[in-house]
């Protein structure tokens, strides 16, 4: 396990059974982004990652 499942796990474990948006989603990675600017380069990895990921079903 790497260190940061743990907060993946936290995450699952403490909103699993709820439904977001994808709206919601990036507005709370852009409030992280704001209050923690040392990540802006990791989060839009991410968001890029999770744009693109059906990418490879076509």
């Known amino acids: 396990m790497y260190f940061t ?12 059974d ?12 852009r409030d992280f982004v ?9 989060v839009e990895r991410l968001a890029t990652y999770l744009a693109r990921d059906d990418e490879d079903d076509e």
């Open 34 to 42: 704001d209050a923690n600017p040392e990540f802006e380069n990791a």
């Open 18 to 29: 709820e439904e977001v948006t994808l709206a919601w989603l990036a507005a709370k990675m």
């Open 5 to 16: 499942d743990r907060g993946l796990e936290e995450l699952e474990k403490r909103r699993g």
